[in-house]
Structure formats: C-alpha cells, structure tokens
C-alpha cells in the first residue's frame, strides 16, 4: 500500500512538472531586471504590467489588448506593455480553440503605471492541457509589483 502510494504521487508530480513546463518562450534576464525597476513608461504612454497567477499545472493563454495579440502567458510569467492614454480591454484566450476565458478593462493615463492579474478560476486539466475559466482584474500598485518580482518576462510578440 505504501509504494503504490509513494508510486502514484511520484506520477503526479511527473505530471504537474510536465504540464508547467510550456513552450512561453521567456525574454532575456536583463530585459527582465530593466522590467522589474519599474522606470516610467515613454512620454506620452502609459505601463500596463499583465501577470499570470495561478497554479503550478497553468496552460499557456494568447493575452490580447484591444483585441490584438501581443503575446503569450505561462505559468509564473508577466508581460510589460507600453500604451496610449485611454480604455482598453485586457483578454485572455484559450491558446488552441480561441475562446476567451477573461476580459477586464483598464482606463490608463499619460505616465502610469498599473497592473492587471489574470489567473485560473477553474482548476485547469494537466491531461488535456485546457483551462476551463478565468478572471482578469486590475491590482493595486503594492501587489501589482509583488506579483511582478515574482515571475519571469514573456518575450514580446509570440
């Protein structure tokens, strides 16, 4: 009974490493370091950070703005974007069907610097590597960078 337990957790964890393991790809360290500094965004934009939190067995989601796609979130990652004054819609996508799992929207203003959570709400399927439902809401600055030095930057556009 016992090796049965011990041979049955040591599949599972197989199975979660597997399934955090994704095919995000991450920017270098440096540009990490230089996000993680928090510097004010361009003149005439704002920083918007989009942090994906969730649990070890996260699939990879499309994060799109307004609805454009700017890039990929795994597990333990975060995306610095740089955009104009104004509305926009935060979205998340599920990576193969499409389907949207999230949607929040942020009012940003010249110079700021805000942050968005997206994280699972529906515990995903580490064996069909889906993800059943999501949330996405704006984070008060203090946890925002928190959340921030925690997780590695997404390399842009993929």
Known sequence: MVNAMRGARAILAAL???AC??????????????AKRFDPPPPGLAALYVVREGTFVSAPVTLLVDRRRVGLLGYDTYSRLE???GGHAVRVQDLDSGQQLAVTNVQLAVGDIRFVSVGTAA??????NTITEMNARELPGTQGRTAVAGKRLVARGR
């Open 16 to 18: 979660a490493l597997a």
């Open 21 to 34: 393991s994704s095919d995000v790809p991450l920017a270098p360290r440096d540009l990490d370091e230089a």
């Open 83 to 85: 955009l104009p004054p």
């Open 123 to 128: 515990l995903d399927s580490p064996l069909t």
